[in-house]
C-alpha cells in the first residue's frame, strides 16, 4: 500500500511538472516572441526553465510553500510591540521620531483627533 502511496505522488508531481511546463511554453510562444523577438520554445525547454528559475529563486529540497509552521516564526521584535500598551507605542515613536516630525503620517489615529481639537 505504501508503494502505491509513493508512486501516486510522484504521478501526481509529473503531471504537475507537465502542466506548468506546457503553461511556461505556451506563454512563452505567445509573449515574449511578439514582445521582444526572441525565439519559441519547446516542452523541453520550457521544463529547463522551470528547474533553472526553481533552482535560482526557490533553493533546493525545501518546500515552504507547502510548510504552514513557518508562518509562526518567533519575532521577539513584534511580541514586544504586540505587548505594548498604546501608550508606550506612542512613547516608543516618539523617541525615534516617527509620525510627528514632517514625514506626513500618523500612526495612531487619537493623535489627529487631538490635534484637529
Do not use: Y
Not at 7 to 35: D, E, K, Q, T, Y
Not at 47 to 71: K, N, Q, T
Not at 83 to 89: H, I, K, Q, V, W
Amino acid at each position: 500500500m505504501k508503494r502505491f502511496h509513493f508512486l501516486g505522488h510522484v504521478v501526481m508531481g509529473l503531471a504537475i511538472a507537465a502542466a506548468f511546463s506546457v503553461a511556461v511554453m505556451l506563454l512563452w510562444n505567445w509573449l515574449v516572441p511578439a514582445i521582444f523577438g526572441w525565439a519559441v520554445i519547446n516542452f523541453w525547454q520550457a521544463l529547463g526553465l522551470l528547474v533553472l528559475a526553481r533552482i535560482l529563486f526557490g533553493g533546493l529540497g525545501h518546500r515552504h510553500w507547502l510548510d504552514r509552521s513557518r508562518h509562526h516564526h518567533h519575532n521577539p521584535i513584534r511580541e514586544k510591540w504586540m505587548n505594548m500598551t498604546n501608550d508606550e507605542r506612542k512613547e516608543f515613536m516618539k523617541k525615534r521620531h516617527f509620525g510627528h516630525h514632517g514625514c506626513g503620517h500618523d500612526f495612531f489615529q487619537d493623535d489627529k483627533s487631538e490635534k484637529q481639537e
